[in-house]
């Protein structure tokens, strides 16, 4: 049973340019979360989806973030005009039953924005 | 506001000495607890979990962490320890009744075990 694929693992954009994430959840989990990992700020919850709706997003950024489920094998998180300060590792989660905090990880995938 | 705070942000010890890595939260009522690990550049993988009942709960690799409700503490801890468990620690809580569903993760506890 294959776990959470993050694509890519690694990404690096110049300041200005557009970013995309995809996370494909473990099949049959409802519900997929979002969270970025820096050294500084530790482990942020960014957003999650449940049956593809979305549920809570108030951990994103107001502007040039956004995240899509537009199936549920797959949500993206798209970072616009990226800034250096968006360089983290963007980590993605699905469970079967989120309500009781099990999650399942992903890698990660690394964004550097020079 | 619902928090968890890990004080120690390294521990070093030797191989084969016994282990404790100390978790606090902050939550109203009584929450969900965790712990997850973080090996290097992987994601990370569930340790072991309280939901309620006995405090002791047991998890995999020979860990397990108590829960007091009394001192608002949910502490790892592993009787001899192996240098394949150097990692990343993370404490987090669930505050699911609530209504939310998402995990808030203390900073972190790198663990360090010297053969």
């Known amino acids: 049973n294959a776990g959470v694929i993050q694509t890519p693992r690694h990404k690096v954009t110049g300041k200005g340019q557009e970013a995309t994430l995809w996370c494909e959840p473990i099949s049959g989990h409802s519900a997929v979360f979002w969270y970025r990992q820096t050294i500084v700020q530790g482990l942020e919850f960014l957003t999650y989806?449940?049956?593809?709706?979305?549920?809570?997003d108030s951990g994103m950024p107001k502007e040039r973030f956004s995240a899509q489920m537009p199936n549920q094998s797959h949500s993206t998180l798209k970072i616009q005009s990226t800034q250096p300060q968006d360089s983290a590792v963007y980590l993605c989660?699905?469970?079967?039953?989120?309500?009781?905090?099990?999650?399942?990880f992903g890698e990660g995938s690394k964004l550097t924005v020079l | 506001a619902q928090s968890v705070t890990q004080p120690d942000a390294r521990v070093t010890v030797s191989e084969g000495a016994s282990l404790q890595l100390r978790c606090k939260y902050s939550?109203?009522?009584?929450?969900?607890l965790f712990w997850y690990v973080q090996y290097p550049r992987q994601g990370l993988q569930l340790l072991l979990k309280?939901?309620?009942?006995?405090?002791v709960v047991q998890g995999v690799n020979s860990f397990e962490a108590e829960f007091s409700k009394s001192n608002s503490s949910f502490h790892l801890q592993k009787a001899s320890v192996h240098w394949s468990d150097s990692a990343v620690y993370f404490c987090?809580?669930?505050?699911?009744?609530?209504?939310?569903?998402?995990?808030?993760f203390g900073s972190g506890t790198q663990l360090t075990v010297m053969p």
């Open positions: 989660a699905s469970s079967n039953r989120a309500n009781t905090g099990q999650l399942y």
């Open positions: 309280y939901y309620s009942g006995d405090p």
């Open positions: 987090a809580l669930s505050p699911a009744s609530s209504g939310s569903w998402q995990l808030i």
């Open positions: 939550y109203s009522a009584t929450p969900y």
């Open positions: 989806f449940r049956n593809q709706a979305p549920i809570d």
